[in-house]
T-cell receptor, first 113, second 116 residues
Framework: KQEVTQIPAALSVPEGENLVLNCSFT??????LQWFRQDPGKGLTSLLL?????REQTSGRLNASLDKSSGRSTLYIAASQPGDSATYLC????????????FGKGTKLSVKP | DTAVSQTPKYLVTQMGNDKSIKCEQN?????MYWYKQDSKKFLKIMFS???????INETVPNRFSPKSPDKAHLNLHINSLELGDSAVYFC???????????????FGPGTRLTVT
């Protein structure tokens, strides 16, 4: 059974700092790994999707990496801003016919001005 | 334009009632999903559905049933509501899930259900 873990559960950094969020999964047989952002009381916004055959994806100040063999993914945020404050969720798409997402419990990020 | 929409945004109801949450996507996607986010903010899959197959998470009570009138809609019906059903319910959609490549899931804004 796939389990996804995110460390740390919460992180507070000063504005401008570069930071890394960690995600680990127990079963390397994933189809992809997706990073989301959730603002309080809001839905999920997809940030990056890494296919199982890829090693990283970049979008603006965000870079996500995937190492299937070690069961790890990281989300790197460069030059953090107060507007980056949110909960970041990683989710692995598991096998089967429909591609269900298995979520971690998230990292709550606070970027202080 | 909203890609995945849900109605209502908030739903407050009493124990024992039957209620529905509607979900619509205008992305032309083939697969739709329902997820539940509990009070500890943990998201879990409830159902996934395309025009060929419904997959139900084994932990979901049979009081919950998805209904799809067409490819763009997947509604969630809940019978005999219980206090423990209080949560935020998210609908999502993606293109058809293939064996060689899989697609992003796009989420709706969520429906906060409170059972009193």
């Amino acid at each position: 059974k796939q389990e996804v873990t995110q460390i740390p559960a919460a992180l507070s950094v000063p504005e401008g700092e570069n930071l890394v969020l960690n995600c680990s999964f127990t079963d390397s047989a994933i189809y992809n790994l997706q990073w989301f952002r959730q603002d309080p009381g809001k839905g999920l916004t997809s940030l990056l999707l890494i296919q199982s055959s890829q090693r990283e994806q970049t979008s603006g100040r965000l870079n996500a990496s995937l190492d299937k063999s070690s069961g790890r993914s990281t989300l790197y945020i460069a030059a953090s801003q107060p507007g980056d404050s949110a909960t970041y969720l990683c989710a692995a798409t598991v096998g089967g016919s429909q591609g269900n997402l298995i979520f971690g419990k998230g990292t709550k990020l606070s970027v202080k001005p | 334009d909203t890609a995945v929409s849900q109605t209502p945004k908030y739903l407050v109801t009493q124990m024992g009632n039957d209620k529905s949450i509607k979900c619509e996507q205008n992305l032309g996607h083939d697969t739709m999903y329902w997820y539940k986010q509990d009070s500890k903010k943990f998201l879990k899959i409830m159902f996934s559905y395309n025009n060929k197959e419904l997959i139900i998470n084994e932990t979901v009570p049979n009081r919950f049933s998805p209904k799809s009138p067409d490819k763009a809609h997947l509604n969630l019906h809940i019978n005999s509501l219980e206090l423990g059903d209080s949560a935020v319910y998210f609908c999502a959609s993606s293109q058809a899930f293939g064996t060689s490549i899989s697609y992003e899931q796009y989420f709706g804004p969520g429906t906060r259900l409170t059972v009193t």
